[in-house]
């Protein structure tokens, strides 16, 4: 595993094989010198030069540096290898002690080394190659003869005897050095678009990775601004409980007082009341008339008689159901407690709690979204409001305008977005057969490509046949969900690049359907298809 780990290691990013004389550019990484002098090449003329690995650009063409540090590990690394021996070629003629061959001798069937090779013959028929093991490989399986010449109907490299007496005869030849320049051309353009489509390939890595690190941020950021919201939260709930409480006990111990003092009063008028009546007991059950006649302080017990005189019976009557008539309403009442006044404050001070809570953490609302006539197919009826749209059988004889959709029963709103976060809400529930999405003011008014969804200018989320798809560039994607609903949302991120798809499936939590990302280029207008019934749209009152 350690061996794996260090030969991934040693590996040029470019041919993916082990470094051959590797050198390193300015940014520190590291390829075989002639696979990057290669891409540099294919970088002329571009107007700057690039390195295949993190991109940093220079406007002049880098200067190469060679790793001898690096150089030296490839090295130990190769020998340290079991099998590296078996793929060494050694000369054929230097037998005693052997030393590697430089070229080898497909006529002779020989591997040469610098020695050997200077007395070698160098006769035409006598063709030169890399040093090979299997010099079988290099010869037609046919003749038993060198492979000089390549085939460009077949596609195959054939020898001097296929060109005359095989089934190449009248074929369309090149040379070996020149169908291989040619393929290397090609492979070198391929390579050019290769090079552009990593580029553009890791350009967009990187976008998402920025993109993910900002909704990371944000949420990062949204999460700590939520926890200090719930603590202010508990702190101003807590506080108006101490508020309301301490005005309830306030309020009860002024009530309290007051009772006290009407319990004393009557306390003393009830002493009073029973010393008067164990006074006329008293007189009652003397049996001496004169005595009782004589009782100088009946007057006085007179005075509160119930029958001694008519004013005096009603003002006594009176004075007694006024002080029931209190005391029932006290009662009555919650025992003296301004209840009304209690909930007002609790009332009050939870109202003002929210208020303060919406304006430090704002909370979007759905746009007020209002369809455009002039955009509207003539098989469409639009409501006065502008916010309700249905199929109509019968053409509504608008005037023919470059911005009214022709052949789709379509309209958009009049309403653009080019920044920001916006969502709004539509009711489906009169239509069976819908498309509700975001277009560019570009999108064609005539045509096939005027559908929604059926172009690169607009996004969709489209009903049919009792099935759900959402669809851009006419790449619809099944959604093997029901939207269970009557209500769907619509958000876009502007700069997030982000058009999402929701079903408000009350009273469960809201259902993400699907989300398209792309860079936008135009504004955007609120879209609508009807193909039956009747479509509306209306305001939110949910949270994503």
Known sequence: MASADLRAELECSVCLNIYTDPVNLKCGHNFCRDCIDRVLDTQEGSGGYSCPECREKSEERPALQRNIKLRNIVDNFLSAQPDQEESVVFCTYCVDSPVPAVRSCLHCEVSLCDKHLRVHKKSPEHILCDPTLSMESRKCSVHK?????????????????????????????????????????????????????????????????????????????????????????????????????????????????????????????????????????????????????????????????DDTEDDTEDETEDETEDDTEDDDKLLHDGGGLDVAEISHTLHTGISDIITEVNVSFYIQGAEDILLDVSTASNYLQISDDRKTVSRSDIDQNRPETPERFQDYPQVLSSQSFSSGQHYWEVDVGGSDSWIVGMCYPSIERRGDQSVIGGNNKSWGLYRGNDRYWVIHDSNGIFLPLNISSKRVRIYLDYEGGRISFYDLCDPTPIQHLHTFTTTFTEPLHAGVCVWGGCIKICGGNREL
């Open 145 to 305: 003869k060198i492979l000089e010449y390549y085939c460009t109907e077949d596609d195959i490299c054939i020898c001097m005897s296929c060109c005359v007496i095989g089934g190449h005869i009248g074929h369309k030849m090149e040379s070996l050095d020149e169908a291989s320049e040619k393929k290397k051309e090609t492979l070198m353009n391929v390579l050019k678009k290769l090079l552009k489509q990593r580029e553009g390939t890791e350009e967009r890595v990187q976008s998402l990775q920025e993109h993910r690190r900002e909704v990371e941020e944000k949420a990062a950021g949204d999460t700590k601004r939520v926890s200090a919201l719930f603590r202010e939260l508990r702190r101003r709930l807590e506080d108006l409980k101490k508020r309301v409480r301490g005005e309830i006990s306030r309020r009860a111990e002024l009530v309290s007082l007051y009772m006290s003092d009407m319990i004393r009063e009557l306390e003393v008028k009830k002493d009073e009341l029973s010393r008067k009546m164990r006074d006329i007991e008293e007189l009652c059950n003397l049996t001496d008339p004169l005595t009782v006649l004589q009782e100088s302080d009946t007057g006085d017990l007179c005075d509160t008689e």
